[in-house]
């Protein structure tokens, strides 16, 4: 039963070095796992406990944070992936834990289908992606997690529990943004709908007025983000709404030249010598920032909300409430204009309704995101610690799986029902068979 897989898919015993996607988390687990049903999971749960070892489950390992770390037992779900179950009638798919998304949006498209919301990458599991609040930017539709009519996880005892709105309502209520702090997610049920064309349209905008125009621009399109380039005063909208079509994809040439070309080979290169030479950071954001032009194309959804992510980095993001967005912003731009940081990537905006998960980053309030980045192996700690101090002083909730400091004293303060989340997990795992040091901090001991 036990795995003979690392991350990378080689061969190896125990105490392989595990890393996460940005490169900043390693650990060296006791040994990996990777069940290939429900059963073998429980068991693998259950023998973990008799020997005194800590579980955490992982996915293709993208939250910057030390999330899924662990010296016990590292469970990983790549024998779990596919499509249990697509229910027409109630538009539902249950589909395993370890399903990629990308894996998933493609069986949907097959079947004439679509989830309504999703985030800008598709290499995530869905597990990993709902149990930190992946989200993407909506008007009226929410996060991926919030996407979730119902969740079959193991325990710290090794059964197996399943939860929806009608079933166990109040692990249902918390588990769909879990952390790993209550289980293994082993499936998890989506509402999907039937597939639908979205217009992107996309085009440069100055930063004050887009600032000026947020709301405006938020309540008139199902889907609207923005990024700013620190050092200039210009930004790259888009705005994402549904279509009757017809179908009109990017060119494969032009979306070769301006997603891969230019977003990632040209911005990669630019990064590089923005690390060597700092001082030539603002002239690069001045061309960066004019360096794609306005375009519209219309296609099915997983091809308009995500995109290729090929340069790596660090990141930092905080849920603000909506109407605190434009002070936010203003305040991190001043604190950029003034220091003598270099930032080479972009900030990136987006938003969420408020949704009814416990510990979700829109939970009980209308939400903006905002995500600061630094090209990784680039010195990042002054910059994030300076935004996060503008992040906090709005009562903002930083991302799960992004990088952070905020410990379990601010969360109660900041989630009004973080208590329901910890008397919770102090009934599903008294024994903190799933705690790490993150998630002491976090949650408490």
Known sequence: MRSTRTASGTANGKNRTWRNWGGNVSVRPAREVAPASVDE??????????????????GTGHSFTSIAATDGVLIRPDRMTGIRRVDREAMTVTVEAGTPLERLNLALAREGLSLTNMGDIMEQTVSGATSTGTHGTGRDSASIAAQIRGLEMVTADGSVLTCSERENPEVFAAARIGLGA???VTAITFAVEPVFLLTAREEPMPFERVLAEF???????????????????NTSTKRNNRSAGPEQPVGRLKGWFEDEFLSNGVFQAANWVGRAVPAAVPAIARISSKALSARTYTDTPY???????????????????????????RELKAMVDRSRLRISFPVEVRTAPADDITLSTASGRDSAYVAVHMFRGTP???????AERIFTAHEGRPHW????????EYFSRVYPRFGEFTALRDRLDPDRLFRNDYLRRVLGP
């Open 41 to 58: 999971l429980a068991e693998a749960v259950r023998e973990a406990a008799e020997e005194g070892l800590r579980v955490k489950a992982v």
């Open 182 to 184: 209550l289980g293994v």
């Open 303 to 329: 091809k308009v909300f995500t995109s290729p992510r090929r340069v790596r980095f660090v990141e930092m993001e905080y849920a603000v409430p909506c109407e605190a967005v434009g002070e936010t912003l």
């Open 401 to 408: 799986g992004k990088l952070h400091t905020r410990d379990a």
């Open 215 to 233: 709301d405006e621009l938020r309540a008139e399109n199902e889907h609207f983000e923005f990024y700013w380039f620190p050092h200039t005063g």
């Open 380 to 386: 990042y700690q002054a910059y994030f610690t300076a």
